[in-house]
């Protein structure tokens, strides 16, 4: 009971969190310059049509009013009309939703394949010249702008050796696993620098503990020693960074979906910005932040299942 306990008090948490981020994103969208009765509208620009689709879309009416009638159809679950695409938003961006989906699980694949057994070598070779060297790289690589990254990435794998399409997203599985392993990596080289940073403190730190020197002493197999005792338990805080993080990466997939012309969510908020399509952009944005506030309960439950010292209370 407990656990289900937890569950429900971090569910009702995150209520305020996501009403105070419907109200900033209202907000912030409509201070934004320009008019999108006039980018739907077009040339030539007639000012009773405009009137007439504004009064439509209730875009005449004071903020504060629009701003009710948002939460009021929320509460719904209705996210409104597309001002640009004249369809219900949950639909445009459920058009879009499966490229994301898959840049996500594969950039945090990638990150973790990357991270955890360079980590590792980096701990066991502590100060030493591959220890130094892996450090660096990622450190390097986390300074470096994704979008030059990824434009690096391009010229080398999909333009000089053809091993890769240069966007896209694919028809198929094997498709989408080959057409994203650019954008999923450029993503994951700079996730896996903070994992790989936190990981191998926290092996150092293990390493030093009394459990390990005595388990040493016993004969214990080194390498059993390293994947069952000490990396089960340098793993805990690897996993808070990792939940904590994604936010990160969700904010990476809007710039690399717009150099690689994914197709998914990223480029859709992209463009409903510059066409000033309010309800598309307001349901993206609380779109990103029930994922992230979702991903770290979903964190703080599995280092509770991790570790059996933290209890849910």
Same mark, same amino acid.
Request: proline content about 4%; glycine content about 6%; hydrophobic content about 55%.
């Given at each position: 009971?407990?656990?289900? *306990?937890?569950?429900?008090?971090?569910?009702? /948490?995150?209520i305020?969190?996501?009403?105070?981020?419907?109200?900033?994103?209202?907000?912030?969208?409509h201070?934004?310059?320009?008019?999108?009765?006039?980018?739907?509208?077009?040339? #030539?620009?007639?000012?009773? *049509?405009?009137?007439?689709l504004?009064?439509?879309?209730?875009?005449?009416?004071?903020i504060?009013?629009?701003?009710?009638?948002?939460?009021?159809?929320?509460?719904?679950?209705?996210?409104g009309?597309?001002?640009?695409?004249?369809? #219900?938003v949950?639909?445009?961006?459920?058009?879009?939703?499966?490229?994301?989906?898959?840049?996500? &699980?594969? *950039? *945090?694949?990638?990150?973790?394949?990357?991270?955890?057994?360079?980590?590792? @070598?980096?701990?066991?070779?502590?100060?030493?010249? +591959? $220890?130094?060297?892996?450090?660096?790289?990622?450190?390097?690589?986390?300074?470096?702008?994704?979008?030059?990254?990824?434009?690096?990435?391009?010229?080398?794998l999909?333009?000089? &050796?053809?091993?890769?399409?240069?966007?896209?997203?694919?028809?198929?599985?094997?498709?989408?696993?080959?057409?994203?392993?650019?954008?999923?990596?450029?993503?994951?080289?700079?996730?896996?620098?903070?994992?790989?940073?936190?990981?191998?403190?926290?092996?150092?730190?293990?390493?030093?503990? $009394?459990?390990?020197?005595?388990?040493?002493?016993?004969?214990?197999?080194?390498?059993?020693?390293?994947?069952?005792?000490?990396?089960?338990?340098?793993?805990? #805080?690897?996993?808070?960074?990792?939940?904590?993080?994604i936010?990160?990466?969700?904010?990476s997939?809007?710039?690399?979906?717009?150099?690689?012309?994914?197709?998914?969510?990223? /480029?859709?908020? &992209?463009?409903?910005?510059? /066409?000033?399509?309010?309800?598309?952009?307001?349901?993206?944005?609380?779109?990103?932040? @029930? !994922?992230?506030?979702? +991903?770290n309960?979903?964190?703080?439950?599995?280092? !509770?299942?991790? $570790?059996p010292?933290?209890?849910?209370d």
């Open positions: 009971m407990g656990g289900f *306990s937890f569950v429900g008090r971090r569910v009702l /948490q995150a305020p969190v996501l009403f105070g981020i419907t109200f900033v994103s209202f907000f912030l969208i201070l934004i310059p320009g008019d999108p009765v006039a980018a739907m509208l077009g040339n #030539p620009y007639n000012a009773k *049509s405009a009137a007439a504004r009064n439509a879309l209730g875009l005449n009416k004071p504060w009013d629009q701003y009710l009638i948002f939460l009021g159809n929320l509460v719904r679950g209705n996210l009309q597309s001002v640009y695409y004249t369809e #219900p949950t639909q445009v961006i459920f058009d879009r939703i499966e490229p994301t989906t898959w840049l996500v &699980v594969y *950039s *945090s694949v990638l990150a973790a394949i990357m991270a955890v057994p360079l980590a590792v @070598v980096s701990a066991l070779r502590a100060n030493g010249v +591959i $220890d130094q060297i892996i450090r660096t790289l990622f450190v390097v690589s986390f300074a470096m702008p994704a979008f030059w990254v990824g434009i690096i990435l391009i010229l080398l999909s333009i000089d &050796v053809r091993l890769f399409p240069v966007s896209g997203f694919g028809d198929t599985y094997l498709d989408h696993l080959r057409y994203l392993f650019i954008p999923s990596f450029t993503i994951a080289l700079a996730f896996s620098s903070v994992l790989i940073r936190s990981l191998r403190n926290s092996i150092l730190e293990v390493l030093h503990e $009394d459990y390990v020197r005595t388990a040493r002493a016993k004969g214990v197999k080194f390498r059993g020693l390293i994947l069952k005792h000490v990396l089960r338990t340098a793993l805990l #805080p690897t996993v808070t960074i990792f939940g904590v993080n936010a990160f990466l969700l904010g997939t809007v710039i690399i979906e717009n150099v690689f012309a994914v197709g998914g969510i990223g /480029q859709l908020l &992209v463009s409903a910005i510059l /066409q000033r399509d309010y309800p598309v952009v307001q349901g993206i944005t609380l779109l990103f932040a @029930v !994922a992230v506030v979702a +991903i309960l979903l964190t703080d439950v599995t280092y !509770a299942m991790l $570790d010292r933290i209890s849910y």
